[in-house]
């Protein structure tokens, strides 16, 4: 008894470790874009107030994300069988592959929204800018990992995710005016999004099961 005990109790570790790894690495994915965007915000408004303002926006935003995901998540536990859940690891890996080969450039979105910003509701225009560069390719990295994630560590999941937000947020503005982090993240940023895209999406897929299932099949 005390054997399986300690089995027990090891694999709970093992799984707890594995949760909040996975919650760091995948909330790392997603901010290499986002620093670039607030790389580019805090470079347009540098005042205390203006600073404490893109600070607030950049939290509500990203927690409006993280909160939208845990709901569609929640109602996705609900699906009897769990292989079905690791379908969602797809979605981050088509988004991966999509960024890679895909043209678009959120960053020059970023500047014609502050181009038009006259400095008015710099909180609310901090959120839109958030969710609008940003909200597809989070919701479609949290999405599947918060379906298939223990919630039962879910306070340290959003502390990981608070932390590495605040590092995030921090870093962004001391390097401004740093143009080298500028040039790194710009050209080198999507091509490391894409590797963590898909490792994560294929975690998804393993992790519920489903490439085990797959492969019973054949």
Known sequence: MKSISCKNSSYKEVNMVQTLLTALTSYIGTTSDYFVVLLLVFGQYRGPKQTRSIIFGAYLGNALLVLIALLVAVLLKNIPESWLLGFLGIVPIVIGIRKYFSNDDETEEVKDKLAQDNNRNLISNMVIITIGACGADNLALYMPYFATAN????????????????????????????????????????????????????????????????????
């Open 151 to 218: 919630l039962v560590y879910l306070p340290a999941i959003l502390l990981i995710f608070i932390a590495v937000l605040t590092i995030v947020i921090f870093l962004a503005k001391k390097l401004t005016d740093f143009k080298p982090v500028h040039t790194f993240f710009e050209r080198f940023g999507d091509k490391i999004q894409v590797i963590i895209y898909i490792v994560l999406g294929l975690y998804v897929m393993f992790d519920a099961g489903t490439i085990q299932y797959l492969i019973s099949l054949l």
